[in-house]
């Protein structure tokens, strides 16, 4: 028989005594509970999270429902997400030592992970709607993109490694629904869940009637859906990030799946693009240059990843695709081969891109950018910016240059007055 207790959520009254057992909390925060302090702080849609502190060390406990938290305890949701967000932070923390949180300590039964304490770390969605400049933030992501892209692949890992992970990871069957769901499916049908800020009415229905769209839509699902390249973030959006001034790390991969190589740069480059977009309310006199600046990252995170992969690909091409016995050894040069996947990854980057600019304002869970903006006459303007630049991304895909042909694209419609 199982000696262990069954899961049970906890609270800021129970957390002390019921976690002083796990002896590398005690060691971290201090042995006595009754002096730890406990907050709730959990603003994501999905699981709780405290901070525990005392006087030792503060530290976070995060820990899943069984439900949506956004939607409630009608929307079940297995708790055994939490395995797979501890084990996506293992790899994370090998292909990229030092970008996401250190792990203490996790219980399987409890769904709970006691990790690293991010102070002053805020959330970078909060760094971005607040003004807020981050040193350094591009190359770190753009490089952190572009490690676990290449290092969670074939391109890097033994093939038998690498399909075992898949297999592992294929156990996280309902989190990926959710995805297919919310980002790829209902923002063009009338789903029950859905939003929209009145006026976009027109742009709504525009989108719903175009099956052109839609079809590359959903040819950019049915490669999330059936395409295992490399071990995906799942969720990499600007609340998924928490930086200072100087220092960032991704946090909360509990979306993790096997999935295409641009998938995780594509959304996050959507969030900094509906960042962009939101500016007009949220800036005064300081729009343009810090507008220019949310471009300056886009454009500098892409270039980054661009001359990470193609140092990666020169350096740890060790897996079973590209091989350099059929390149190098051959005194050939592998670079147009190089070339023809980045390719790929970009087109899959773009449309990923263009597909979380729509689901961010019309399906379930929008962003903070846009929803902390009050007046919806003026957020129904800036989001229609976005929607349109989201349904170009998708038309031109396969065919934009680089990042900067991108933001160029976002000047353009931040331009133009569309409703
Ligand atoms: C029901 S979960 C809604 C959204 O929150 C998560 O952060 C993901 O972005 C998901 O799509
Ligand atoms: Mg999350």
Redesign the pocket.
Known sequence: MDARPAYEALTVETLPDRLVTISVLADRVGPDPSAWTVEEVGD???NLVFIVGGDRGTVIVKQALPY?R??GDS?P?PLYRAFFEYHALTRQAARDPGAVPEVYHFDETQALIVMEYLSPHVILRRKLIAGERVAGLAEFLGRYCARTSFRGSELSMASRDKKRDVALFAGNVEIPA??EA??FTDPYRDADMNSHTDGLEPLVAQLRADIELKVKVQQALQRFVSNTETMLHG?L?S??IMSTDRESRVI?PE?VQYGPMGFDVGMLCANFLMAYFSQPAHRGEDLDEYQCWVLEVISELCSVFDKEFRSLWRSERTGILYPTVLFEDQGQDSTPACDAVLAGLWRDAWMVCGIEMH?RCL???HNADFEDIADTTVRARLEARNLMMGAELLRRAGTLEDAGAVCAMAREFNGKDIL
Do not use: E, K, Q
Request: hydrophobic content about 55%; proline content about 0%; charged content about 15%.
């Open positions: 994501g849609n999905l949506v956004l939607v929307w949701l959710i995805t919310l980002v969720d959006h609340g998924s909360d979306f689901r399906s379930l869970a």
